[in-house]
């Protein structure tokens, strides 16, 4: 508000005086709607002292409009009819109290969204919509009232769910800018399918050698405190001060007293499949997942261990660290933030029975190829066929399997990152083999990133691999285990027969198998896709819809290391602002009671989510229903129920929403 | 329920009108469904222009009042649309509507309010292709019911 601005008082009482702001959005409106028609028809609607059109209404122009107008024409309420309020509720919010008016006498008439952009093949349908969304708006206008914000604090302290590269990094941030990290991670070790890469594309840096010591950081600051081998099991609260519970599994193993000497291991008879390895491997039913896994002590896997006793005699562990009675352990703590940063699972490839996976020993995806190449890997980097353990001399790779995919299974979106490494695993293989012959099937080569062009167009030139544009429809076994290929080469418009030693399916990253899990604890959403969504896909990357939560890493949708990081850090450094400031204004919507009107039934306190609502004795009104302001999110499932209307919920009162209602015509 | 209540009254034919266009009030919560017409705006997914939107925090924050009312003073249809349950921003808001509407629509039918115009349904943030076909389903069956004249006097 400048100097010769006025503050506009408003109780409440006096007459509305309502001014309707009409954007074009460009074409996006007025391509449709006749905008000046609009201004015209909003003018006949009572209590509308002035209209008005502007191309786009926040603008700057168009904000400075609207502020002038305020003052000019002494308006007490304000109408911007233009996109959705999730869009720019607060920039106009914004322009009020600029104005000298309290910001919560506005409302926005979304006439884009839910209209030109909707019945653009019926624009006198959109007309009608638009025209009955300004009176809708203009009837509510007329009853709302002067609100104060309200602050929370916001606690200095951030949860992060998942320990891979993503929810490390914005581990690492938040720390270092002193705030109280904790990090959750489900498995006994953090480091994510990252610890399971030999090399990274582009450059062919080993992903162990950036990744561990970043893992030791973590483990090391004293900000973090690393919650491996646990699970959040409930999240109450809301921004700036959540409650969260979190389950530690039991190692059965003393992680104070184990050493990580691994004797044990050497004693254990038991062999089961490691994960980690993808069943490339076995360790045993006392495990760590990686020998640099951190923290780097030993768990018990009960599912396989038969309790022979061996480990725990002190022969073997000498620290006495086995404790078989081993309970699990639940914890709580509250933060003011939460970034999700669960990751991907690996499309499973044996619903597409045509390509043989889990049917062909020679079948194998991209990650267990990761694992075969990898030097500290089952084989330390010397792939071998799973059916005969030699070297394969040829080696086929097939392109989007369970990605880009409209008609069978799998998923429709490009996961981004097979195209690049298929191109990475088949230098590896030829760079030690230089006479194996590799071919690449694809439908078209995604090399997007910095430096991917590069690589690719090396891949071919300097490293003869084949790429073979074309589909496979289906492969079959032949003699010794070898995999025959029918395609096409769509280029070459030829009809290709091949026979291969192996066959690499490059599978796609898929949400999360238990993401629904996190859905409902944290009340955010996922997009079509299934990976969560964040609250705009341009302006707000790495928000979720629920205030305080941000999401990062392929858990957001999938992408590569580098953009894994920057997402994290974009993430960390979203959580800092709020806790920078250490509080934030959230909307004043509470529920409010009537007390004479209350009857005392309790039907609100039983719907009350958050035990907000209690009944109370009241000296003049009786039992009455009383609601605690710091626990209610103005959800409004008390007034909802409220038989008797002694419940309203601001900024969405009955008077509102039945003034809304009768403005049918 | 028994479909008596029904038969028993006069029952006035009415034609459906192709180039009729049904008003609908929805009520969309902010989290999901108002998100997901938002998301159908953006995808630019065309669905009949009948509805017209109030934006409320949550389903459960619709009182069957407001259902009542809408009918009462005339609007051809309502739709109710809210998270799928389990999704709920405000935990359980969109079960304890459920319960609600559940019994509500017993009510209405008692009422003699035909099944169809009132639209109890679900669409997430990110369902705007969801949305728009839901739209267009509650439409055609308002359309066949014809204008909503039972709480209309006749002189
Ligand atoms: C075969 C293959 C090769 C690749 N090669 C490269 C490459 O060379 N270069 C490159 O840039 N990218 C590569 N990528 C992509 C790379 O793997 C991802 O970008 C990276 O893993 C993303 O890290 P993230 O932290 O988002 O997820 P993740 O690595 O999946 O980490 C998520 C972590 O969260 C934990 N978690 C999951 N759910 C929960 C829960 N409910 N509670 C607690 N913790 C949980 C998991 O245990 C895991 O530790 C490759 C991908 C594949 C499939």
Redesign the pocket.
Known sequence: MTETEKEIIVTGNEKPRIGVFVCHCGVNIAGVIPIEDLVEYAKTLPDVVFATEYKFMCSDVGQTLIKEKIQEQNLNRVIVAACSPRMHEPTFRLVLKEAGLNQFLFEMANIREHSSWVHMKDPEGAYEIAKDHIRLAVNKARELVPLEVQTVEVDPSCLI???????MNAALDLATEGYKVYL????PT?????AQ?D???PTMDC?ACILTPRMVDVARNENIELLTY???TDVTGYIGNFEVTILKKPHYVDQEKCTGCGVCIDHCPVSVGNEFDLGLATRKAIYIPFPQAVPGQYTIDMDSCIRCGICASPDVCEPEAIVYDDEPEEIKVKVGTIIV????D?YDPTELKQYGYGRYPNVIT??Q??RLLSSFGPLLGKPVRPSDLKEPHSIAFLQCVGSRNFREGGNKYCSR??C??AT?QARQYKEKHPDAEIYIFYMDIRAFGKGYEEFYESAGRNYGINYVRGRIAEVREGEDHKIIIRSEDTLLQQPIELEVDMFVLS?G?EP?A?AD??TSLLRIQRSGDGFFMEAHPKLRPVDTLTEGIFV????QGP??????VAQAKGAASSAAALMAKGEVEVEPFFAVVSPERCIGCGMCVENCAYGAVELVEDRRFGTIASINQALCKGCGACAGNCRCSAINIKGFTAEQIFEMITGRF | MSKVVFETEDEEEVKVDKDWKPRILAFLCNWCSYAGADLAGVSRIQYPATVRVVRVPCTGRINPFFILKALTDGWDGVVVSGCHPGDCHYISGNLVARRRFALLNELLEFFGIEPGRVNFMWASAAEGERFAVLIEKATERVKKLGPNKRFLKKW
Request: with cysteine; glycine share 16%; hydrophobic share 45%.
């Open positions: 769910i998942g320990g891979g590269i993503a929810g959750v991670e489900k498995t953090i480091g994510g399918h990252m890469l090399k990274t594309f992903s646990s699970e959040v940063a669960t990751g991907w690996l991209g990650l190829m990761e990152v097979c690049m490494y990475k599978c990253l999360r238990d899990k996190i990062a890493g392929v858990a992408k590569d290391i580098p953009d894994a």
